[in-house]
């Protein structure tokens, strides 16, 4: 991958929790139309890595440089970086519960007017790639349309994370962070969520998820990058890191 | 994607199920749909509030047994666009404000003051006296919504605080300070109605043109409130209530919406302080103590916080209970004594001597027992027993 290719690249990246130092000059880069996966324990600072893309607080970025398709995204506001194209799904309770499927969809029309608003302020941002319609989203995910009128918070967890993810695609998205996108789901539902997160790569969305459960990420992933004690301490493709026994072992357990 | 329209999912989906179809269009409603039920809304308003001033102070029996007056029901009006007002902000956008008072009583102040020295007319005195408060919010909400929860509520009390102390002593000049502003002038509604005057043929229903005036602007701020609730605003306010960073993600920039809330809500405040000014012609210091935020708390909660109406039945509610239950002398059975209508006995039956005087109390248990048995309000309540009416009737 040469740098010129990189949509996201980070740069020596220090973040906090307060006084507590996380993560320590990480660097990585994340080239167009791949998916990339960040592996590592719990509390290595794999989610942390996530929000400080997304901007939320905390973390707080003390030192280095977040760059999204070239721009210094740093220090801005996480509806101004969701407005340059990076959708982050969070972990767990993704969904607005007691707004309805629908409702929950729809929102993503009202936030990119508004982001678009926010474009044309700035008169830097390119719409490259611009939302799904909600009818391709239900085309995509068939369940979404029978219970559109249900609140989302009746959904079943998988069921929410397929919204979460919908949600996201509705949106002028380039970028899709995925927060632990198979926790708590069952191996069927996983397989699901995996099959959408293919077809979204494949619709040229580039993907870079945090995941746990290191087998199961290693099958979509393209490159990984192994996170410890808040630093990168392996980088480099599914099938290499599927090679190197001591890696695995030693920073993931399996 | 804007231009792409809502009903996307309707139209395509001939091939679906007939119940699907019906589910969709009721989750996103053409636009005659919205036109149909805006109008049915403002109809029922409408209706409701014309009705109301006879069914509560003329209408026989009812009033008899509720003994309502003119005056008060002029008054639930306002205090209930106040409510419903701050509702918007509690009940949708989940911010407790502590500090409305700064908003009706900062209102009722500036029209008071308008109507002295600019216009007295009653339609530019609402104008000065909303548009001070929509500014007045703006600037609050700027600071105030820096902070989230508990420090919010705190802060909107602090800025109430101050302005009841402004007005008590270094505004005094302009306020009256301690005595209130008493200097109201008020001309004929568009220069020819008096307000305090009957409404010729139609004072057996409405009573005075200050009601017809209060009536129409209610109607006109329900109207406003139920579009915007019914608006992609409305879906924002909820989805901020239900996680405010998650909104964020969403891309939404989650503060201007707050502040849009805050000002909207402190906008209908300002409207019904303005129109107090004009119903009572005088403006007490106390109209901006905290008490009265407090007041406007308990009537959204004991009505409920989950629809745009119960802050209005809850307004109703604790007004009533301030102003008639507090005035009842003897606690008597229902029908007993020569004062009323349906009289089973002449003696009446004593439950329980000075009861008035306990109504502090009464409103205190009212307001236990809603928030322990309908969280969702006196409104929450109906609409439950509605639906189970409703799915009563279905199942034959």
Redesign the interface.
Known sequence: MSDDDRLLELDDVDAYYGESHILRDVSLGVAGGEVCALLGRNGAGKTTTLRAV?G?RPPEVRDGRISFKGEDVTAM???DI??RGI??V?EER?V?????V??NL???????????TVGRSLGQVQVEH??M???QV?EEFPRL??R??QQAGTLSGGEQQMLAIA?AL??NTDLLLLDEPYEGLAPQIIADVEDAIRRISESGTTILLVEQNAVAAMDIADRCYVVDQGSIVFEGTATELREDDETRERYLGV | MSDEPTETADATEEGGAVVERERTEREFPSWERVRESELFVIAITTVALAVFPWLFARAPVISGVLQGYQDLATLIVIWGIFAMGFNLLLGYTGLLSFGHAAFWGGAAYAAGVFSTHVSSSPLLIILAGTAFAALLAWALGFVALRRGGIYFAILTLAFGQMAYYMALSPLSGITGGENGYTGVELAPLLGSFFLQYPVPGLDWLVGTWTYVLVGVVAVVCVAAANRILHSPYGMVFRAIRENDQRAEFVGLNVWRYKLMAFVISGTLAGVAGSLFTIYSAYVPVQSLYWTTSGEVVIMAVLGGVGSLFGPILGAGIYLYVENVISGVQQLTLPFTGPGEYVTLVQEPVVLLEGFGAYWHLILGLVFVAVIVLFPRGIWGLFEDAAGAVRRLGSDH
């Open positions: 997304a939320a506001e996480p509806e969701s407005a959708s982050l969070p993704r607005f519960p007691n707004l309805s629908a409702e729809h929102l993503a029309e009202v936030s990119e007017n508004a982001s678009n611009v939302g319609t909600t009818e239900y349309r029978e559109n009128s949600r509705k949106q």
